[in-house]
């Protein structure tokens, strides 16, 4: 079946402009994920939804980025004004369930973002 | 905060040959412990877990033991293959919230 996906794979963008980032998680997934995975580090958590609640947005770096999840489908993480240091790859997962401890996360194969 | 320690990489080792994969972690609870697997040119993929002390986790020939009196999950295969080149993250769920804590991941580069 289908796994997550993301679009684009890879963005270019010049220092000061807006991105819009998508994922589409899995069908039937309630739960979705945003990671930031830069250089040659393990990914750190972004923010986290629950259908089209966002219940966790502590990992956003600044008020520059922001997610949405309305329909409790498809996600965008939009960053606003971009910035060298937004240089990264951008990972979308999604899982299964509400609650329940050790719940496998799928990864999209995430957009690289590069900012000039 | 909770954190996740592995061993810095890359670990070089010829066909067949024993891997070990550090990983230590710090955390308040009771976290769930990851590995997870970034082939080449691929997504994460979850390649093995473990809920609670003293549980193995295992696939494809990997295992990993939940050790909570050295707060470790350790990394291990008997004999590897040149298609186990990849970069392994080990990963805590933080507070059992399913957000994911991870390591900076160690890259495995397996020789014929």
């Known amino acids: 079946g289908a796994g997550v996906s993301q679009s684009p794979r890879y963005k270019v963008a010049k220092r000061g402009q807006d991105v819009a980032l998508r994922c589409d998680p899995i069908s039937g997934h309630v739960s979705l994920f945003w990671y930031q995975q830069a250089l040659g580090q393990g990914p750190e958590f972004l923010t986290y939804f629950q259908n089209e609640a966002q219940l966790d947005k502590s990992g956003l770096p600044s008020d520059r980025f922001f997610a949405e999840r309305p329909e409790g489908s498809v996600s965008t993480l939009k960053i606003q004004r971009t910035q060298q240091e937004d240089s990264a790859v951008y990972l979308c997962?999604?899982?299964?369930?509400?609650?329940?401890?050790?719940?496998?996360?799928?990864f999209g194969p995430g957009t690289r973002l590069t900012v000039l | 905060g909770d954190s996740v320690t592995q061993m810095e990489g890359p670990v070089t080792l010829s066909e067949e040959a024993f891997l070990t994969i550090n990983c230590t972690y710090t955390a308040t609870g009771y976290p769930s412990l990851f590995w997870y697997v970034q082939y080449p040119g691929e997504g994460l993929q979850l390649l093995l877990k473990?809920?609670?002390?003293?549980d193995k986790g295992s696939n494809k020939g990997f295992e990993a033991t939940y050790r909570k009196e050295t707060t470790s999950f350790h990394l291990e295969k008997g004999s590897v293959q040149v298609s186990d080149s990849a970069v392994y993250f080990c990963a805590l769920d933080h507070k059992g919230f399913q957000k994911l804590v991870f390591g900076t991941g160690t890259r495995l580069l397996v020789s014929p």
């Open positions: 997962a999604s899982s299964k369930r509400t609650s329940g401890r050790a719940d496998v996360q799928y």
């Open positions: 473990a809920t609670k002390a003293d």
